[in-house]
């Protein structure tokens, strides 16, 4: 039973564009959510979360989104570099962190 | 500067052998985690340790054991490999609890099962 799921297993942008990334969960108990990023041959890495009281949270180019009504959240990334092309986790937690399956997103120059 | 280490990176092993993947940090970090990655899956947590002598299993321990006797180090251990257990595997330590899911995760260890 998939808790959190990422339904786009890829995703390709143009330089410059926006990217959306987009993860839904199924436990309304989830209070805390985070997006990781992966690199080939790296472990993955802490790009940016939000609490369940907030609906949204900025860090420089990327903003997640929270909407509990729809259980989503996503990932946009404006203006989208080459440097951003790697794996990106969703994930959700409540006592336990539970991870979506991933979406590759691919920036093309 | 404070890391995670795991090794081997890729090792190569037989159905039935035991085998051990170790990790080590030098965060002083509390909490330490085991997850494989496997495709169509993400990542999947094995076991986990909240501080010394503490132990407890993730939603795919059957077939692991770890053991924390240090803060530094918790090896995982595959008794008797099987190929389902072929995987990246990747520890990863945070200093608070997972409820704000900030973990540092090592490189990973690559493991096939032949």
């Known amino acids: 039973d998939q808790q959190v799921k990422q339904n786009s297993p890829s995703l390709s942008v143009q330089e410059g564009r926006i990217s959306i990334l987009n993860c839904d969960y199924t436990?309304?108990?989830?209070?805390?959510f985070l997006w990781y990023k992966k690199y080939p041959a790296e472990g993955p890495t802490f790009l940016i979360s939000?609490?369940?009281?907030?609906d949204k949270n900025e860090d420089g180019r990327f903003t997640v989104f929270l909407n509990k009504s729809a259980k989503h959240l996503s990932l946009h990334i404006v203006p989208s570099q080459p440097g951003d092309s790697a794996v990106y986790f969703c994930?959700?937690?409540?006592?336990?962190?539970?991870f979506g399956t991933g979406t590759r997103l691919t920036i093309i120059p | 500067d404070a890391e995670i280490t795991q090794s081997p990176r890729h090792k190569i092993t037989e159905t039935g052998r035991q085998v051990t993947l170790a990790c080590h940090q030098t965060?002083?970090?509390?909490?330490m985690f085991w997850y494989r990655q496997d495709l169509g899956h993400g990542l999947r947590l094995i076991h986990y340790?909240?501080?010394?002598?503490?132990?407890n299993k993730g939603e795919v321990s059957d077939g692991y054991s770890v053991s924390r006797s240090n803060t530094e180090d918790l090896p995982l251990t595959l008794e008797s490999a099987a190929s389902s257990q072929t995987s990246v595997y990747f520890c990863?330590?945070?200093?608070?609890?997972?409820?704000?899911?900030?973990?540092?995760f090592g490189e990973g260890s690559r493991l096939t099962v032949l």
């Open positions: 990863a330590s945070s200093a608070g609890r997972e409820t704000t899911g900030e973990l540092f």
């Open positions: 436990n309304s108990m989830f209070d805390y």
């Open positions: 939000i609490s369940s009281i907030k």
């Open positions: 994930a959700a937690t409540r006592e336990k962190l539970t």
């Open positions: 965060w002083n970090h509390n909490n």
């Open positions: 340790s909240y501080g010394v002598q503490d132990t």
